[in-house]
């Protein structure tokens, strides 16, 4: 079953809309990972990955092959009626679109979305498959809120500047931004794997450094309702440990 709904460029959550008599509801359908296949036609230069979850999405593409970071986007999303809408809050290709709201057309089943919109450059149309569908035990949006320090944990002043983890079935992403000063930090991801409650992650792009691309990092994970307990070693080798709070809870 198949149904249009307004979205957002390059990016998308799919509330489907069934009608039952009088009643109207929405299903999200389309919270977890993407990868694009093919933009108007032609098959995707580059390794695209697009997040999904609890209010955010982040579209990143990117190469392993030589550990290229292309670029990110990302941001909150939300529905009302049958309208979805994608607000930018960083994007390392053009900043000056931070603050806009997209609403473009979508068709999603369960394991592919088509995504349509004019765009400067004409019409384009993007195709996606699924990874996963956001589920396990992290699946979501968290911010860190909390980080050790010489030898305690303190909380961090939540203003505009923010550092965001999605977590998906089988992939992270983190980006560091302030959409109200537009200033983006830096952003990494790939795939990861939970068991026995060891959290490890394989990074296949790292915005600030490539050398970091293929390298495996392994943590210790607890939640407890909407905290997440993260400790372990940095990707510079440095003991850490972090307190991440769900988001859109």
Do not use: C
């Not at 939300?78 to 709201?101: C, H, K, L, S, Y």
């Not at 293929?214 to 440095?238: C, E, M, P, R």
């Amino acid at each position: 079953m198949k149904l249009t709904i307004l979205s957002t460029l390059l990016i998308s959550i799919f509330s489907l809309v069934y009608i039952n008599a009088d009643v109207v509801y929405q299903e999200t359908i389309m919270e977890g990972a993407w990868k694009l296949e093919s933009q108007n036609g032609e098959p995707a230069s580059n390794e695209v990955a697009l997040l999904v979850k609890d209010g955010y999405f982040f579209y990143t593409e990117y190469r392993v092959s030589d550990r290229h970071f292309e670029g990110s986007m990302g941001g909150q999303y939300g529905a009302t009626n049958d309208v979805v809408r994608f607000e930018i809050e960083f994007d390392t290709w053009q900043p000056e679109r931070i603050g806009d709201v997209w609403t473009p057309t979508i068709e999603v089943s369960t394991d592919e979305m088509t995504f349509s919109m004019e765009t400067a450059d004409g019409p384009m149309t993007q195709v996606y498959s699924r990874i996963d569908n956001g589920t396990g035990d992290l699946g979501g949006a968290w911010r860190i809120t909390d980080r050790m320090r010489n030898g305690g944990m303190q909380a961090m002043r939540q203003g505009p500047r923010k550092t965001i983890k999605m977590i998906t079935g089988t992939r992270f992403q983190w980006a560091a931004y302030n959409p109200e000063t537009k200033q983006f930090s830096g952003t990494g991801g790939g795939t990861i794997e939970l068991k026995n409650g060891k959290y490890t992650e394989n990074i296949e792009f790292f915005s600030r450094n490539k050398d970091r691309v293929g390298a495996q990092l392994t943590f210790d994970y607890k939640v407890n309702g909407i905290k997440w307990d993260h400790s372990g070693l940095s990707s510079s080798g440095n003991p850490i440990r972090e307190i991440w709070t769900r988001q859109n809870q």
